[in-house]
């Protein structure tokens, strides 16, 4: 299982202060550190590959451009490298991605790496269930359950109150149990 | 005993802890079976991560990208550097050069602005997909123009797209088509729909390249959330007079090809209230499929019923009460004796720093995501009056920056509108004076505003004097009807009434209308009710009367939709009429809605339209509703209205209002620093607040040719004329000297530096 370890918030921190001043060290560790989980929560919401390194790819170079500027990052590194993901995923893939129920499998792109077979088509059927959320329901479940990202993270980073969030993390993760159990059905 | 979803919250904490699920459901035993499977179905979202191995060869192949970027980025920038001052400073002269010559010619030089679609620079971060929307033949830029002279149908659905069509600068990745747009002839001949009947349609089209043309690439998609479908015709070809046509856009379809989504639309006609109704009235219920096609069928009825049926894709709806009074309907229900109600009121724009601190502190306590903001920093009041420094009711006042419309608004009875230069991205940080085009009954004046000389500035159009024959007023209430209004709807309905009666009993020439628009929420009986504008009060309280509180549940309502509709689906009259929302409301808007209207671009068209808002907070409003219904009141120059009560809380009459950010009655020193009210009876101080509207346009007799326009900061002597091409000049050349100075000094610096370096490097070759 690979899992995403997100930078605690001081080394978050040191990062910032570091990249507001610009060196290359600076842009390199923040790659380093935060490629994983970006490219995770992209490829999640897009499925294809080339898509979501194209997108986190975006990111870095908003980031890069952004130095020096006033939209650069001055708070929350995380927050905003989350929130211009978000929009580089919207801006790549329109507003709602989302899939239709019917012949999933077709839907289904095949594995482009050897250990994605190896996984098994249970995992895949979930991202793909994930796919044929809204929007919401997606983003919230990839930033809370994905990226474990704290309710006040994912409220920012999804431009919503707090009480927002918890209500739809309920609604979404109930509509997903739902549609993984319509699947198991269907497929027998 | 905790609800599932409180448990199912609390665990989700709990286990992104690190706690086990097995631990967080021995907590809640009561919900251990459903529980378990949801948070197992969350665990599930992490577990599909991609392996760590595909991560790292994505994360392989970006990082040369990356670094590239980050390299040639520093490239670019050196160069930027070097070219940057010299072609400052010919800009500088080019500009200098250019104001000079347009100094010279004068009034002679003509306006020529570019087509601005308009925007609001709400600094909520919701993703949309942006559109540019496109005239009906489909290859340019839609002119405003063009959109006044749409239907509804078409408005309606740019109103939709109008939060994507700001979209902060964002290179758009789609279109959006308008179909055939529907002609209805009124009042004339209405036909009952006819099959085949081409209906309008709204295209989204992506203009993704990576998008277009890939068939199941990522298709757009849109929600079935629209379902009224309501068609009514009078058998005897006798039109209703005259008709309200509310088209709506039900479905929408994903194109097959993954290149967008079809929405169509069908047409809703609704009579006016008051309007004589044949007694043998058919309906014709339309159905819509998924495809887009239509049949209907017409149904008798029994006499003097007038009814309509909806059905979309074979799931039948409610029927939807039409508004309208039958010929032979009952007299209204006779206005009862008011039941006193107390209210405070404050006036944000009056009391403007108290205002940004209360705003700054929102923000800072909830963070701008929870609302729409506009930010309302740097505000500018423009107040027209005419040669008798009377004030100018429905003057058009647009604000160019540059070339660019930034703001189009028209003054209220006092006058007055606003100009917030940091509400759009295209005007905040805007350097040079905002240029200034007023118009009244065709006669225009224009001048510069420099937002560091306001805020305060009249505008006097010399030999002007401005007329009506008499006063009208169009005043609309617009209702929260869901249940949580249940405790107080009742007596608002009787002070509403009793305020309907007052209106009506004002002295002097007043032609009041009155109208009435009811909200509820998605998923309730219904979604909004209008009952257009009518002259007759009596009409208006029948169709008060019928309204009553049900439905809601979750706290936000479809205050978006409700506002949406009482701006654009009645039939305010021209720019000559006091136009006034009262609006009755205890919780705030659903943001979080797909395909909704935006209050936030709806308050400025009210602004644009002459629209003045005047909340009325219920009980149990919460902070963010606060804000909302604050920023609405500001942004149009209402007032923020509140029923107060005593120690006993909501539905008893008394002064306090602890829940909200208002300070306290007639403490001039308030421990919230938000500034004191003073509280009257609710009827009085709506009447107050239409009264004081009123007062300034009452007995004005119609002259007048204009002769002159005068220009001045509000309470200052008029500014002497300036050539801004001499400050211009001025600063060009000392610019240009500055500059010449520096690269003197560089060179000499550079000089220096290579005679080190040839020095040292003579030293190395020695060693």
Known sequence: ???????????????????????????????????????????????????????????FVRLIESLGTRSAPRVSLRGWLFKVTRHEIYRSAGRMVHLPLDDVEEWMAAPEHESEMSEGFDLERVRHALRMLTADHQEVLILRFGQHLSLKETADIMGKGVSAVKSLQFRAVDTLRSILVEMEASNG | MASLMD????????????ESI??????????????RQLLETGELVHRAHYPGVVVEDAQDEVRARVIQTYRSRGDRNMRRRSWFFPLAAVAVLVLAVGVVGLALLGPA???????????????????IVTVVITSLDHSEPLNPAVADALTGTARSDIALAMPTAVAMGVTPLAEVTLGPIMTMTRPGTVTPPVMGTPLPSVTVASLDPEIVGKPSATPLAASLDRTATAIVEDATARPFDPLAVTPLFPSAIPDTGGVGIVATSVLEMTPEPGTEVAHSIPTVTATMSPTGTMTSSPTPLPTGTLETTATLAGTPMPPTPTPFQQQNAAPPTPTPAIIPLNAGEIDDNARWDTYLLYRSNFLEQYGAGVV?????????????????????????????????????????????????????????????PFRVSVTKNNIN?????????????????????????????????????????????????NNILGISSQIAALPGNIDVHYGLVTYRDRGDEYLTRVYDFTSEVTAFQFSLNSEGADGGGDEPESLNEGLHEAIHSVSWRGEDT???????????????YPQDYDYAVEMATAAQQGIKIHPIASSGLNQVGEYILRQIAQYTMGHFVFLTYDQG?????????????????????????????????????VLRLITDEISSLSARTTTGVPVDVRVSKAGVEPPQPFNPAILLVLVGASFLLGYSFTLRKSDKRKRKNEAFVIIDDAADEHM
């Open chain 1, 1 to 59: 299982m690979f899992l995403i370890v997100l930078p605690d918030p001081v080394t978050e921190d040191i990062l910032l202060l570091r990249l507001q001043r610009g060196s290359e060290e600076a842009v390199i560790a923040v790659y380093e550190e935060y490629f994983p989980a970006l490219y995770q929560y992209a490829r999640l919401k897009v499925g294809d590959s080339a898509q979501a390194k194209d997108i986190v790819s975006e990111v």
């Open chain 2, 7 to 18: 448990a199912f919250n609390e665990c989700v904490d709990r286990v992104i802890a690190g």
């Open chain 2, 22 to 35: 097995e631990r967080c459901l021995q907590d809640y035993p009561e919900h251990e079976e459903r529980l």
């Open chain 2, 109 to 127: 030089v003509g306006n020529t602005f570019s087509n601005v679609v308009g925007s609001l620079n709400s600094s909520y971060s919701e993703p």
């Open chain 2, 372 to 432: 729409h903001d506009v930010d309302v920093t740097g505000r500018q009041i423009i107040r027209v009056t005419d040669q008798q420094g009377l004030p100018v009711l429905g003057a058009q006042v647009q604000v160019f920056a540059g070339q660019t419309l930034v703001s189009d608004t028209r003054t209220y009875a006092t006058g007055q509108t606003l100009f917030f230069p940091n509400a759009r991205a295209e005007s905040r940080g805007f350097q040079s």
């Open chain 2, 445 to 493: 004046a224009e001048f510069e505003l420099d937002a560091q000389h306001g805020p305060l500035w009249e505008v006097q159009f010399d030999g002007m004097t401005f007329t009506l024959d008499r006063v009208r007023l169009d005043v609309l209430f617009l209702l929260d009807t869901t249940s949580s209004m249940g405790d107080e709807i009742a007596q608002l309905q």
């Open chain 2, 578 to 592: 006091v136009k006034l929302v009262f609006l009755v409301a205890d919780a705030p808007p659903h943001l979080d």
């Open chain 2, 649 to 685: 809380g909501s539905g008893t009459t008394g002064e306090v209002r602890p829940d909200l950010n208002v300070g306290e009655p007639d403490d001039p020193v308030s421990q919230q620093d938000q500034g004191d009210y003073t509280v009257e009876r609710l009827d009085e101080l």
